[in-house]
C-alpha cells in the first residue's frame, strides 16, 4: 500500500499479476478509495486500490521470505522515525503524540509528559513494522497532527445587509457583504 499526497509522486503498481511503474495521478479522496496510477509508455490512467500500490522505498519481497532468522528488512517509511509526530486512535479515543523507539529496537507511541518527564499516555506500538498499513488504511493511525478548522468572528457593524439567514445567502453572488462573509 502506498501514502501520497501528491500527484505525479512515482509509484509501483500491481496489475493483473504483473508489477508496473509508473506515477500517481489522483489520490483517494471521500467516497472513492483508489488511487489513480498511469504506467509508464501508457496514456491510459487505471485505478488501484492501495494494498496494490507501492513507493520505490518500499520493500518487493514476498511476505513469506521475511522470517525471524531473515537479514532482509523491510524499510520503514521516512515518516515512521524517533520522534515523528501521529495521531493514535486508542482506547476510544483520539490520541496526539510521538513515536519513539526504545533501547531495545521496539517502537511506542508516547502522549504528552508532565514537567516530571512522565508520559501520560504509552501505548505499545512494536508491531508497528508489519501493521502500519493496515492501521492507516482502518484510520487508527494518522500521520501528524490534524489541526481542526477554525471560524473567525465577523464583525456586524461593517455588514450594509444584516445577517444573513443561512450560509448559502451570505455567499449569493449578488450580496454586496460577501466578502465580509468569505473572509471569515
Known amino acids: 500500500m502506498y501514502i501520497t499526497d501528491r500527484p505525479g509522486a512515482a509509484a509501483f503498481s500491481l496489475i493483473d499479476s504483473e508489477v508496473y511503474e509508473g506515477k500517481v495521478v489522483d489520490m483517494p479522496s471521500g467516497a472513492r478509495t483508489w488511487y489513480t496510477f498511469l504506467p509508464v509508455n501508457s496514456s491510459n490512467p487505471i485505478n488501484v486500490p492501495p494494498f496494490n500500490l507501492s513507493s520505490p522505498d518500499d520493500p518487493m519481497l514476498p511476505v513469506d521470505r ?39 529496537g521496539l517502537w511506542t507511541f508516547v502522549q504528552k509528559r508532565d514537567s516530571q518527564g512522565k508520559a501520560q499516555y504509552t501505548c ?52 454586496v457583504d460577501k466578502p465580509i462573509w468569505t473572509k471569515s
Request: net charge positive; glycine share 6%; no cysteine.
Open 124 to 175: 505499545d506500538l512494536s508491531d508497528l513494522p508489519t501493521t502500519w498499513r493496515t492501521r492507516i488504511m482502518d484510520g487508527t493511525l494518522e500521520l501528524g497532527w490534524p489541526t481542526p478548522a477554525r471560524a473567525f468572528h465577523v464583525s456586524a457593524d461593517k455588514l450594509q445587509k444584516g445577517v444573513p439567514n443561512s450560509f448559502r445567502q451570505s455567499m449569493h453572488p449578488k450580496n
Open 66 to 104: 521475511h522470517l525471524e532468522s531473515s537479514s532482509e528488512f523491510p524499510r520503514l517509511p521516512k515518516w515512521i522515525a524517533n520522534n515523528s509526530k501521529i495521531t493514535l486512535i486508542a482506547d476510544d479515543h483520539r490520541r496526539r503524540g510521538h513515536l519513539l523507539i526504545d533501547g531495545q
